[in-house]
């Protein structure tokens, strides 16, 4: 199913930002297809016109010809449009307009790997848990301190990431050891992911279905395995999932307090 969702074009986009930059992205193709097509003709008419001919002496001056001119300021009129018209909405509306808490947007962690995405779920408190690198470890991947109250309902997925449709999900990307970039082809975001950085990114979906996470910074070997798995519920789905996991892990943190 994945194969088809990712085919010749661009993906699917099921976020509520990305039809401007699949617009932006059409928007490019075409107007450097039209460019690629005008210079190529130009280009053959000057390798007719200006062929090596006996009693032609090639002449190595600047033509002043306005249509050049003209078509250049053009060119560069049209790539101001693109940028301050296109490109610089779309990306104040990713980094700078976060969605409000009265949109209820849900907040997770995303720590990355060599080579996994962690996520991390604040659980029904809507707190974290306090993490510590010291505490982490093969079956605590994201050092998430169990003592810690904020904790107890914390719950932690690694390349499994569960959200609802039609609710902004606010993440917070860091890195345990390299630069990672995430990525959701899908939903039109890809951040890099920096060691000792907390950034901010925030998305929205708007169909429910099964999608993929990627890496999109080459960070080692197996960069090319660091996927994982997006699924999209409904908000009843989504809630029945998370009380579920995030309520039902009370028996594991008794075994690791002992
Ligand atoms: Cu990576």
Redesign the pocket.
């Known amino acids: 199913m994945l194969d088809s969702l990712y085919g010749y074009w661009l993906p699917p986009d099921i976020s509520t930002h990305g039809y401007q930059v699949d617009r932006l992205i059409n928007v490019i193709h075409w107007f450097m297809g039209a460019i690629f097509v005008g210079w190529g003709i130009f280009f053959t008419y000057c390798l007719i016109r200006f062929r090596a001919r006996p009693g032609h002496r090639a002449s190595h001056q600047l033509p002043k010809a306005k249509a050049s001119k003209w078509s250049e300021v053009c060119v560069a009129a049209f790539e101001a449009v693109l940028l301050i018209g296109f490109s610089m909405p779309v990306w104040a509306q990713i980094k700078n307009e976060f969605p409000t808490e009265e949109q209820k947007p849900l907040h997770l962690r995303i720590v990355?790997e060599?080579?996994a995405w962690n996520f991390h779920y604040p659980g029904a408190d809507g707190e974290f848990g306090r993490t510590a690198p010291e505490l982490m470890a093969a079956d605590n991947l994201i050092g998430l301190d169990y003592d810690d109250p904020a904790a107890a309902d914390d719950l932690v997925t690694n390349n499994d990431l569960r959200i609802p449709v039609d609710r902004p999900i606010i993440c917070d990307l860091t890195s345990k050891d390299?630069i990672?970039?995430f990525w959701i082809p899908v939903m039109r975001i890809k951040q890099d992911v920096i060691p000792g950085m907390k950034i901010p990114i925030w998305f929205q979906a708007t169909q429910t279905g099964d999608y993929q996470v990627a890496?999109a910074?080459l960070?080692?070997n197996n960069?090319y395995n660091?996927k994982g798995d997006l699924t999209v519920y409904s908000a009843a789905e989504f809630e029945a999932w998370y009380a579920d996991m995030a309520g039902g892990d009370d028996e594991e943190e008794e075994e690791e307090d002992e």
């Open positions: 990355a060599q080579f390299v990672h970039s890496c910074q960070c080692g960069h660091m």
